[in-house]
């Protein structure tokens, strides 16, 4: 009999990833002395500060906020929505398309969110934002692209993005400028992916070239 392979054979990095995220909000609940909230003092330092981004050069936010969540709900619904998207991603584009994604996409995500909000509220504007909900829409719509691509079935593709995007930003307080970043991180990389990995053409699409 067949057995299945267990989650850290088919998806490491996604489990990685689970792991990494709930550890680090353990650390980030002890220090806040609140497990459900996380602090805004310890959000200023790992999250995404846009002030002590711009005025003191702490660029390193961009990445450390991929990894910071706000509350224990927030870090449960994405770590839902990772496992459900990274399992499926590797198992099916690779571990290692799916590792170069996720950061791309985090990071277009920080930093769309970091370029439109200093230029509608002022660099140096109190605005704090953390997670991974752009890194996984972005390894979401990669994913999406190249099936649509592959599959020559864009409509599907563009209404599953359209449906997780809306199911992520529907509730109050989003960085509706991260979620869209990260979408567009996810899509250069698809299209790229699907540039680089086309399918071998069949003899009947030979002949009608």
């Given at each position: 009999m067949e057995i299945r392979r267990g989650f850290l054979e088919e998806a490491p990095v996604t489990v990685m990833l689970i792991v990494l995220n709930m550890f680090i909000y353990i650390i980030l609940g002890a220090v806040s002395g609140n497990f459900l909230v996380i602090s805004s003092r310890v959000l200023m330092i790992f999250g995404q500060f846009n002030i002590a981004v711009m005025r003191y050069g702490w660029w390193w936010q961009l990445v450390t906020s991929l990894f910071v969540h706000l509350n224990l709900m927030h870090l449960l619904l994405n770590m839902f929505w990772l496992l459900v998207i990274g399992v499926n991603f590797e198992k099916t584009l690779g571990s290692k398309f799916f590792t170069l994604t996720y950061f791309i996409s985090g990071l277009t995500g920080n930093i769309a969110?970091?370029?439109?909000?200093?230029?509608i509220f002022g660099p140096y504007y109190p605005i704090?934002?953390?997670?991974a909900s752009g890194a996984i829409l972005g390894a979401a719509t990669a994913l999406a692209t190249v099936s649509s691509i592959q599959t020559g079935n864009p409509g599907k593709a563009v209404?599953?993005?359209v449906f997780l995007f809306l199911l992520n930003s529907i509730a109050g307080n989003v960085d509706i400028?991260?979620?869209?970043?990260?979408?567009?991180?996810?899509?250069?990389t698809g299209l790229i992916?699907?540039?680089?990995h086309k399918p071998p053409a069949t003899r009947e699409e030979i002949l009608y070239i």
């Open positions: 969110s970091l370029i439109v909000d200093s230029i704090i934002s953390a997670g209404a599953y993005i400028m991260g979620h869209l970043g990260g979408i567009l991180g996810g899509a250069l992916y699907a540039k680089l």
